[in-house]
Structure formats: structure tokens, C-alpha cells
């Protein structure tokens, strides 16, 4: 048996798309710490709608999975 790690995606609330780096909108970045993620210890947030100065902006956030809580 397996379990996906995007059950508890959505455990915490993202922080505002226009708050963050270019490298955190890319996914480069953890959108929570800023802390640039490494193969391994990466949790895929899946996509995400943000409403950008009026626009709907699709988005592809990722972070540390202790960054997301649960852990601490
Ligand atoms: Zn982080």
C-alpha cells in the first residue's frame, strides 16, 4: 500500500501570489520558508488559481513538507 503525500496538500493556507518571489511562484522556492527545495524533500501543491490585479493566474506552488505543519 501507498499513500500520495497530496492528501494533506491544502493543510495550509498559501501565502498571496503577489507576496512572493519569482522563484516561489516557479516553484523553485518554498512558498513559505523561501528556502530554495531539493529533490526528495518536496511536497508538490498541485495547481492553484490566484486572482492577480483582477486576472485569474494559475500557479504551481511547492514547499518543504515540514513547512506545510503537521510536523513540528
Ligand atoms: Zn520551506
Do not use: K, N, Y
Request: glycine share 10%; hydrophobic share 45%.
Amino acid at each position: 500500500m501507498s499513500e500520495m503525500p497530496a492528501a494533506h496538500a491544502a493543510a495550509r493556507e498559501l501565502p498571496p501570489l503577489v507576496e512572493l518571489t519569482q522563484l516561489q511562484q516557479r516553484g523553485v522556492d518554498c512558498v513559505f520558508c523561501g528556502i530554495t527545495l531539493v529533490p526528495g524533500d518536496v511536497t508538490d501543491l498541485g495547481d492553484q488559481l490566484a486572482d492577480v490585479f483582477g486576472t485569474a493566474v494559475t500557479w504551481f506552488p511547492r514547499a518543504h513538507p515540514r513547512c506545510l505543519g503537521g510536523v513540528s
